[in-house]
């Protein structure tokens, strides 16, 4: 779902891309897939941003926040820094 949201991202479909990243949201919840749940809110954030639709900075800023406190529990530095860049773009 990750990598179909990403593909609609990049062919202008934002709409089909929230549906996708939504879905991968819950699968990555619903398995779970402790790397995979920050990785999806990273992606999701950076979607939203690009869309910039009423509401989807600050909901870009939420997940990006959420992310960031997942990669720090599982210890994963270099992808803080990704994160902390997709924030920079809000």
């Known amino acids: 779902e990750k990598f179909a949201g990403i ?7 934002f709409d089909e891309a929230i549906e996708h990243f ?3 949201l819950r699968q990555a919840h619903e398995l779970p897939h402790k790397i995979e749940q920050p990785e ?13 639709a009423p509401g ?3 909901k870009a800023r939420t997940l990006i926040a959420e992310a ?14 990704l994160a902390e860049r997709v924030l920079e773009r809000a």
């Open 22 to 24: 939504e879905a991968a």
């Open 68 to 81: 960031i406190a997942m990669y720090t529990t599982i210890g994963m530095p270099l992808h803080i820094e």
């Open 40 to 52: 999806v809110r990273r992606w999701y954030a950076y979607i939203l941003i690009e869309r910039n």
């Open 56 to 58: 989807d900075v600050g």
């Open 7 to 13: 593909a609609a991202t990049r062919a202008g479909r």
